[in-house]
């Protein structure tokens, strides 16, 4: 059965998806991506530059990647690597690119990682900013309404080593425009010993509401102490976020409660574990019972759309306590079990059948799961076992060692139950021995035809890749489906078994709250890189 070998094309959008070409993604993100996308070299042409571009932006716009990083750095390098034409004005890709860069860049943090990977993929001779790059930077700021423009750049003051002042002196951008507002802000971000004061008694309204809401943000990062009921009452007024509030007054329990009638559902739930630090989840704290409330309230939480991940995470970091610094108030330990009950009702179901194959070690309590140390592997394993149950018709569920055994479970059973059924088998001594390639050999042994195989596994053990693609190729010709698709879920290990031109054949390494997400939309194939199917799906 014949495979079609991925185009450029192909391997260029499973980098965007993945941040590299070969699939594989982790939960810490390499420091640089210049040696993980060199498909994209081939597309740094007036011919095929179009191309390229046409295809970044249908990704954006369904915006299904995982992180924008490698969106923003294959803009930044077709930009840096193009060849230059004799007139920047007559310069077409790298203009589509520049205005595809502006709609991806829409926070500030977007804007300092974007001219970040400007610099760092830049030929040697080429380091400085052209005029393209300073008129996109002078667009971004300029384009806001002023008011928002403040608050975004006092949300992100800085990142990727580049401040805001950097980046506005190195266009030699011009801070006194037609709007007074905006030149407010630049002068605030430029001048260190800039006077908002002095701007107060301008008529224009606009200009007023900037600068005293820059004034109360200063404020707040006064070197004086700050009083909290002055903290909070500010935080109020401006519905500031966690960012754009100092450090040390995230400390306080009155900046909490500044922030909760601002934040979302899944906000207060991720602050939990900090907010319990502050003392404001103890049974005798006055926060607790509205918190507690909120939590409770499962309507809201499956409006919200909150991944049960994101609820599990929080729930097993607030009950290991590791802080010491509070005491676990169990009336908030079973509202987020209700809550995470609740959102599991609300997953997607893939609609197709789907093998779930198990192994973890018996010391595998005594590891740790890259980007989440405070779990041990069998944990998720359970957890991404426990969601498919929930969403799956079609689901059939093995654990592997030298041989594979069928387990067979309720989609009711709760998570303990599915723990226990893992932890049987770690008893077993042949369970120090296994290899990937066991449930694909017994899938193809028993004809046993799936559309999607997941492996949970703590370490990724195979006797040699090229097995492991064999008996892929193998399964799929013999159970007639050559579209069957793969995903390796490592939890502890950054060792890479994928296949680079097997475009269904997926790789992760650790685990996040962004990895069930991931796993949903590679069975359900919103990766796939069809650019028809790709165009269909444009909200």
């Given amino acids: 059965m014949a495979v079609d070998v991925p185009s450029d ?38 011919e095929r530059g179009s191309e390229v571009i046409k295809r970044l932006k249908l990704i954006f716009q369904t915006r299904r990647y995982i992180t924008k990083d490698p969106l923003l750095f294959a803009i930044a390098h077709i930009i840096r690597n193009m060849p230059v034409t004799e007139s920047h004005d007559e310069d077409k890709i790298r203009n589509e ?7 991806v860049c829409e926070s500030a943090l977007d804007l300092f990682t974007f001219v970040h990977f400007n610099k760092e993929t830049s030929p040697p001779k080429k380091a400085g900013f052209g005029h393209g790059m300073k008129t996109f930077i002078a667009k971004w700021y300029f384009s806001k309404p002023p008011l928002k423009l403040a608050h975004e750049v006092t ?10 002042r950097d980046l506005i002196r190195q266009c030699h951008m011009k801070t006194d425009t037609k709007s007074k507002a905006t030149s407010v802000v630049l002068n605030y971000l430029t001048q260190k010993k800039y006077q908002l ?30 009083d909290g009921d002055f903290a909070r009452s500010l935080i109020e007024k401006h ?46 704290s006055i926060h607790t019972p509205l918190i507690i409330e909120k939590i409770k309230n499962l309507d809201l939480v499956k409006s919200s759309k909150i991944h049960p991940v994101v609820i599990f995470l929080v729930m097993r970091c607030y009950e290991s306590d590791r802080s010491k610094k509070y005491v676990k108030n169990y009336h908030l330990i079973r ?3 209700a809550a995470f009950t609740a959102s599991l009702e609300s997953l997607p179901s893939i609609g197709t059948k789907t093998l779930v194959a198990v192994h973890v070690e018996g010391k595998a309590a005594k590891q740790h799961v890259l980007g989440a140390n405070y779990l041990s592997p069998i944990l998720p394993c359970a957890l991404m076992t426990n969601f498919l149950l929930q969403s799956e018709d079609n689901l059939k569920l093995v654990y592997f060692n030298q041989m594979v055994s069928e387990i067979n479970l309720s989609r009711t059973v709760p998570m303990a139950r599915i723990v226990e059924a893992f932890v049987s088998f770690t008893r077993d001594p042949a369970n120090t021995s296994y290899d990937l390639v066991e449930p694909i050999k017994w899938a193809t042994q028993h004809k046993k035809p799936f559309d999607n195989i997941l492996i949970l596994c703590d370490k990724k053990m195979v006797s040699s890749q090229a097995d492991l693609h064999n008996a892929i190729d193998t399964y799929r010709r013999e159970v007639l489906l050559p579209n069957a698709k793969f995903l390796v879920l490592g939890l502890t290990d950054l060792t890479s078994v994928t296949n680079k031109m097997d475009l269904n054949m997926c790789e992760v390494s650790g685990f996040n709250k962004k990895i069930p997400s991931l796993i949903y939309n590679f069975f ?13 799906e444009q909200p």
């Fill in 197 to 226: 004061t002095d701007d107060l008694d301008c008529e224009d309204s606009e200009v007023g509401e900037v600068v005293q809401f820059l004034k109360d943000i200063k404020s707040l990062s006064s070197p004086q102490p700050v």
């Fill in 97 to 103: 690119a520049y205005s595809l860069a502006q709609d």
């Fill in 239 to 284: 519905k500031l976020v966690d960012r754009q509030i100092p450090t040390f007054l995230r400390n306080l329990p009155q900046t909490f409660e500044g922030m909760l009638g601002n934040m979302t559902m899944e906000e207060i739930i991720n602050s939990i574990p900090k907010m319990a630090t502050l003392g404001m989840l103890e049974q005798c």
């Fill in 9 to 46: 094309l192909d391997l260029v959008s499973r980098f965007v998806y993945f941040g590299s070409e070969e699939g594989h993604f982790t939960v810490d993100p390499p420091k640089t991506f210049t040696d993980k996308t060199p498909s994209l070299d081939t597309f740094l042409s007036k």
């Fill in 335 to 337: 509202a987020l079990q």
């Fill in 524 to 536: 359900l194939g919103h990766y796939d890189v069809n650019t028809e199917a790709m165009a269909s």
């Fill in 155 to 164: 949300r992100f003051k800085s990142g990727r080593g580049w401040t805001h």
